[in-house]
Nanobody
């Protein structure tokens, strides 16, 4: 059974840093691309960052480029999202998702992902 479990969310202040984790089990982790998405209250779920299978190439939404870093550790079946210089507009539930697709752009569709975690809440106060 495939499982993705997010952790590490919490309440931080603007300008702070935070790392969220996505632990995977039940499938060959290294064969899947993994993406982080987020959903703020009243808004659609949006792509934040992704890391490919194989070459580990990374993609970022313009809104987080230069502030967020996605890292995968295949030995631990875990993908991390390191977030710096957090802003109140980063407040959302953060989800990780896995896909067999190899991505060549930032166009990571929500409905293109094969597996999803249940999310972890990140709240950034001003």
């Amino acid at each position: 059974q495939v499982q993705l479990v997010e952790s590490g969310g919490g309440l931080v202040q603007a300008g702070d840093s935070l790392r969220v984790s996505c632990a995977a089990s039940g499938y060959t982790f290294s064969s899947y691309a993994v993406g982080w998405f987020r959903q703020a209250p009243g808004k659609e779920r949006e792509f934040v960052a992704g890391i490919n299978r194989g070459d580990g190439s990374t993609w970022y939404a313009d809104s987080v480029k230069g502030r967020f870093t996605i890292i995968r550790d295949n030995a631990k079946n875990t993908v991390y999202l390191q977030m710096y210089s957090l802003k109140p507009e980063d407040t959302a539930v953060y989800y990780c998702a896995a896909s067999r697709t190899y991505y060549s752009s930032t166009y990571w569709r929500v409905d293109g992902m094969d597996y999803w975690g249940k999310g972890t809440l990140v709240t950034v106060s001003s």
